[in-house]
C-alpha cells in the first residue's frame, strides 16, 4: 500500500535507515502472519553474540501468509528498493524469524557479510515500551570506524519494517529483552546487492606484555594456601593439567589474604574504567595507581618471578628458566642479566650468532575486572589471526551467590566453530588455569537483568571482580 508521510521516516544519522508504520496494509493478513510464524519450530540459539530463539529455514516455506510476504518484500518491494537507492539488488532470498524473551539479546555488531547491501526488519509485536527492553539501538562510529555510543533507540511497534543500509558503520544492537511476559516476534533478512567498498579494518596495537617482577618465593608462602606449594601436589597438578590442559584450583588463596583483596575491591578509592569499543568488549578495568595496597600486592604476586616458576611446576610449560642449583647468588646474577638480555634480544633485529641462541622471555598481560549488568566479551575479526599459545589464569573475588544463568562465564571454542570446548563459571577463590592453542577463542557470556534481581522480585546490584592475566611461554 502507498505509506502515508506520516507512516514514513527517513534518516541519515547514525547512517542510513527508514521506517515504515503499517507496512502492511491489511490487519488480518499481519494477525494470520504472526500465528503462521508462532507454529514454526523455534530453536535456543546462543554464542559470544546473542541469546534468541530462531525459527527453521522461511525460504521454502509453503503456509500461505509467511509464502506470501515472502513473494512481495523479494519481488515487487525489492525492485522498487534498488531503483530509489539506484542499486541492482539480486533476488537472493534471505529470511528468518526470531524470538526474543526475556534476557535475550543481540549484542552490537555491524552486519558486514559478503554481499548484504540492505538489512529489514518487521515487527509482529505487543504494545511496547522503551522500559520492555528489545530496542534496536544504532551506534554513531569514530573516526577509526569503531562504534561508539547509542544515539538512536528504536522502540519496535506492531506491523513496522525498518531497512537500513549494510556497511562498515552500520554498527547497532538488538538491547536485552526487560520485560518476563511479552514476546519481541521479528522477521528479518537482507537484500543482497554489490557490497559497498570496504576501508582497511582498524588494528589495534597488542596490550604490552612483560616479563616477571623479582620477587622471591617469600611471596608465595605470604599469599598461597600451603596445600599448592607442596612439591608432590603440584607433580599431581601437573599431570591433571596436562591430560586435559585445564586446571581449578579451589582455595587458592590463602583466606585471611582472600578476604583482604575481596573487601578492597569494593572501595570508592578504585578508578573504574569502561572497556570498549562495544563490538569488541564491555565491562570495567581498574586503573593500577588507584589500587588499595593489598590488591596491588595481589597484581604483583602474579606478576612475580616466584609464581612464573609456581606456573611452570602446575602447567609443565616452560614460564621460568631455572638457575644452576649448585651456586644461588651467582645463579641469580647470571639469571636476571640472562634476562636481560633476552629482553634485548627480542627487540632487536641484530642476528644472535648460532652457538649464542637465547630463548625468548616469558611474558605475562593483566588486569583487574569489574563485571555487572552488561558486560561482555566477543570473538572479533582479527582476533582469530593473532590467536597463539598462552595460558590464561583467571582468578575471580565477589561471586558468592552468582549463578551460571547471570552469565559472566567464560566460554572456550574451537575457531571457526560454534562448538563450545569448556566453561569456566567464576567462584570465589578458585584459581582457573586453561592452556589454548591457536585455533582456540574465549568470551565472557553477556551479564543479564537476572544477576540484578532476587528471588522475590526485588532489584539488586550484583558484581563481581577478576584478576585475568595472560602467560606466553
Known amino acids: 500500500r502507498s505509506p502515508s508521510k506520516s507512516d514514513l521516516e527517513l534518516d541519515c544519522q547514525p547512517f542510513p535507515h527508514c521506517i515504515f508504520r503499517n507496512f502492511i496494509s491489511s490487519q488480518a493478513f499481519a494477525e494470520n502472519l504472526k500465528k503462521e510464524l508462532l507454529e514454526l519450530n523455534f530453536h535456543e540459539k546462543s554464542n559470544d553474540l546473542y541469546k534468541l530463539k530462531q525459527s527453521d529455514d522461511l525460504k521454502k516455506r509453503t503456509e500461505p501468509h509467511i509464502a506470501g510476504l515472502r513473494a512481495a518484500l523479494f519481488g515487487r518491494f525489492r525492485s522498487w528498493l534498488g531503483e530509489?537507492?539506484?542499486?541492482?539488488?539480486?533476488?537472493?532470498?534471505?529470511?528468518?524469524?526470531?524470538?526474543?524473551?526475556?534476557?535475550?539479546?543481540?549484542?552490537?555488531?555491524?552486519?558486514?557479510?559478503e554481499g548484504r547491501r540492505v538489512a529489514f526488519i518487521l515487527y509482529l509485536v505487543p504494545p511496547w515500551q522503551s522500559s520492555d527492553g528489545g530496542t534496536l539501538d544504532l551506534y554513531t562510529t569514530d573516526s577509526n570506524l569503531q562504534p561508539?555510543?547509542?544515539?538512536?533507540?528504536?522502540?519496535?511497534?506492531?506491523?513496522?519494517?525498518?531497512?537500513?543500509?549494510?556497511?562498515?558503520?552500520?554498527?547497532?544492537?538488538?538491547?536485552?529483552?526487560?520485560?518476563?511476559?511479552?514476546c519481541r516476534l521479528s522477521l528479518s533478512g537482507w537484500f543482497h546487492g554489490p557490497s559497498l567498498e570496504r576501508p582497511p579494518r582498524h588494528t589495534v596495537a597488542p596490550v604490552q606484555r612483560n616479563p616477571h617482577l623479582p620477587r622471591d618465593e617469600t611471596v608465595l608462602l605470604e599469599w598461597i594456601n600451603p596445600i599448592y606449594l607442596d612439591i608432590s601436589y603440584q607433580e599431581q597438578i601437573q599431570e591433571n593439567f596436562e591430560d586435559s590442559s585445564e586446571i581449578?584450583?579451589?582455595?587458592?588463596?590463602?583466606?585471611?589474604?582472600?578476604?583482604?583483596?575481596?573487601?578492597?575491591?569494593?572501595?570508592?578509592?578504585?578508578?573504574?574504567?569502561?572497556?570498549?569499543?562495544?563490538?569488541?568488549?564491555?565491562?570495567?578495568?581498574?586503573?593500577?595507581?588507584?589500587?588499595?595496597?593489598?590488591?596491588?600486592?595481589?597484581?604483583?604476586?602474579?606478576?612475580?618471578?616466584?609464581?612464573?616458576?609456581?606456573?611452570?611446576?602446575?602447567?609443565?610449560?616452560?614460564?621460568?628458566?631455572?638457575?644452576?642449583?649448585?651456586?644461588?647468588?651467582?645463579?641469580?646474577?647470571?639469571?636476571?642479566?640472562?634476562?636481560?638480555?633476552?629482553?634485548?634480544?627480542?627487540?632487536?633485529?641484530?642476528?644472535?650468532?648460532?652457538?649464542?641462541?637465547?630463548?625468548?622471555?616469558?611474558?605475562?598481560?593483566?588486569?583487574?575486572?569489574?563485571?555487572?549488568?552488561?558486560?561482555?566479551?566477543?570473538?572479533?575479526?582479527?582476533?582469530?589471526a593473532r590467536a597463539e599459545y598462552a595460558l590464561d589464569l583467571v582468578l575471580p573475588f565477589g561471586c558468592a551467590g552468582w549463578q551460571s544463568e547471570?552469565?559472566?562465564?567464560?566460554?572456550?571454542?574451537?575457531?571457526?566453530?560454534?562448538?563450545?570446548l569448556l566453561t569456566v563459571y567464576p567462584e570465589d577463590n578458585s584459581l582457573a588455569l586453561v592452556y589454548r592453542d591457536k585455533e582456540t577463542l574465549k568470551f565472557v557470556k553477556h551479564v543479564n537483568h537476572k544477576s540484578t534481581s532476587e528471588p522475590d522480585g526485588s532489584s539488586t546490584c550484583r558484581e563481581f571482580y577478576d584478576f585475568s592475566f595472560v602467560y606466553y611461554e
Open 406 to 420: 547471570f552469565g559472566g562465564f567464560t566460554c572456550y571454542v574451537a575457531n571457526e566453530e560454534d562448538e563450545e
Open 84 to 113: 530509489v537507492l539506484g542499486v541492482e539488488l539480486e533476488p537472493t532470498v534471505d529470511i528468518s524469524c526470531a524470538k526474543y524473551e526475556y534476557t535475550d539479546v543481540l549484542l552490537c555488531h555491524d552486519d558486514e557479510l
Open 248 to 384: 581449578q584450583l579451589k582455595g587458592f588463596l590463602k583466606e585471611e589474604k582472600f578476604k583482604e583483596v575481596s573487601e578492597a575491591l569494593r572501595l570508592s578509592q578504585i578508578e573504574w574504567k569502561k572497556r570498549g569499543p562495544p563490538n569488541k568488549r564491555r565491562y570495567e578495568a581498574a586503573a593500577l595507581d588507584s589500587l588499595p595496597q593489598c590488591v596491588s600486592a595481589c597484581w604483583e604476586l602474579l606478576h612475580s618471578e616466584a609464581f612464573f616458576l609456581l606456573l611452570s611446576n602446575f602447567t609443565g610449560l616452560r614460564l621460568h628458566y631455572l638457575c644452576p642449583a649448585d651456586d644461588e647468588e651467582n645463579g641469580d646474577e647470571e639469571k636476571d642479566k640472562k634476562q636481560q638480555d633476552d629482553g634485548e634480544a627480542t627487540g632487536s633485529s641484530n642476528e644472535p650468532s648460532s652457538a649464542d641462541v637465547k630463548p625468548s622471555t616469558p611474558l605475562c598481560c593483566g588486569e583487574v575486572r569489574r563485571w555487572s549488568h552488561g558486560g561482555y566479551t566477543l570473538l572479533h575479526d582479527g582476533e582469530a
Open 148 to 182: 561508539q555510543s547509542i544515539v538512536k533507540p528504536l522502540v519496535p511497534s506492531w506491523n513496522t519494517l525498518v531497512l537500513f543500509e549494510v556497511s562498515p558503520v552500520s554498527f547497532h544492537q538488538v538491547s536485552e529483552v526487560l520485560s518476563q511476559d511479552k
